[in-house]
């Protein structure tokens, strides 16, 4: 059973910054595209951010793009969200996701197997 586990969320204030850590149980981590979803109250669960299984390529939506970065280490089977000039609209749930093998450019939440918990992301005004 693969397990994802988020931490490094919290209470931040607009214009601050968080990162966010998914340390992943699978053994051959280095070969799947990760992802990161949010979803805040009363919405449907939406694309941040995806990374490729090499870490070459990713990709944004468009609310995040440059504020956001997501980057991986594969030797620590480990992803990573840097989120900085954070907005009161950033305020969800976040959580990570393992997508396809070999993947890359995935921006669909069916295309992901296995999921966190979440991490609690709060942004005060």
């Known amino acids: 059973q693969v397990q994802l586990v988020e931490s490094g969320g919290g209470l931040v204030q607009a214009g601050g910054s968080l990162r966010l850590s998914c340390a992943a149980s699978l053994r051959t981590f280095s070969r799947y595209a990760m992802g990161w979803f949010r979803q805040a109250p009363g919405k449907e669960r939406e694309f941040v951010a995806t990374?490729?299984?090499?870490?070459?390529?990713?990709d944004y939506a468009d609310s995040v793009k440059g504020r956001f970065t997501i980057s991986r280490d594969n030797a620590k089977n480990t992803v990573y969200l840097q989120m900085n000039s954070l907005k009161p609209e950033d305020t969800a749930v976040y959580y990570c996701?393992?997508?396809?093998?070999?993947?890359?450019?995935?921006?669909?939440?069916?295309?992901?197997?296995?999921w966190g918990q979440g991490t609690q992301v709060t942004v005060s005004s």
């Open positions: 996701a393992v997508g396809p093998y070999y993947g890359s450019g995935h921006r669909q939440a069916r295309d992901y197997t296995y």
């Open positions: 990374i490729s299984w090499s870490g070459s390529n990713t």
